[in-house]
């Protein structure tokens, strides 16, 4: 089955800088990639999600860049602010079905 | 709107034991989702179901039963409670694909949080 692999698990960065997490994966045929956001004490919310034929998607100050040859995506913050801490999670789908496969979460601290 | 409600949001239960935990969703949604979620390993699917009266496993299935009676309605079960089931459950449910509709978003509740002594 498909394996996804993210780091780093914590990441603590000051407010204004910013922050990148990564994510591998091991099946070719995935085909979507969605960044999901977790508040303490909340369930996972979807910040943003990018598709197999696109290479890079932007909202705001959070942007995902795919390298499907590689194999790995990575979520970018940008002008950190506090609101910002929380757990995030890259996940993946494959061809298949609607199932997500989870990386294991990275843990960002934003100190002011 | 409510979204994805889950109940009960904390519980406490001995070895053993049995228990039901509940999830509903007001979105008209095809496809619900049970998730496990525990420190370092992310979200790891138990079971799932595509619609009213079908269910399939997930990942981790072993221990835990499910039913889907009606479309708003995802019910995960466990018959026989052990520590190795203490964690945090996540309900989620999303639309089905469409031809030209795209992948659809899981939304997810706020989870319960499940002790086993």
């Known amino acids: 089955g498909e394996n996804v692999e993210q780091h780093p698990s914590t990441l603590s960065v000051q407010e204004g800088d910013s922050a990148v997490i990564k994510c591998t994966y091991s099946d070719s045929a995935s085909n979507y990639f969605p960044w999901y956001k977790q508040e303490l004490g909340k369930g996972p919310q979807l910040i943003i999600d990018i598709r197999s034929n696109v290479g890079e998607k932007k909202d705001q100050r959070i942007a995902v860049t795919l390298n499907k040859t590689a194999k790995h995506f990575s979520l970018h913050i940008t002008e950190t602010q506090p609101e910002d801490s929380a757990v995030y999670f890259c996940a993946t789908k494959g061809a298949a079905g609607n199932k997500l496969t989870f990386g294991g979460g990275t843990r960002v601290l934003v100190k002011p | 709107n409510a979204g994805v409600t889950q109940t009960p949001k904390f519980r406490v239960l001995k070895t053993g034991q049995s228990m039901t935990l509940l999830c509903a969703q007001d979105m008209n949604h095809e496809y619900m989702y049970w998730y496990r979620q525990d420190p370092g390993m992310g979200l790891r699917l138990i079971h799932y179901?595509?619609?009213?009266?079908?269910?399939a496993k997930g990942e981790v299935p072993d221990g835990y039963n499910v039913s889907r009676l009606k479309k708003q309605n995802f019910l995960l079960g466990l018959e026989s409670a052990a520590p190795s089931q203490t964690s945090v459950y996540f309900c989620a449910s999303s639309y089905s694909r469409a031809p030209g509709q795209g992948l659809q978003p899981q939304h997810f509740g706020d989870g319960t949080r499940l002790s086993i002594l």
């Open positions: 179901s595509v619609g009213e009266g079908t269910t």
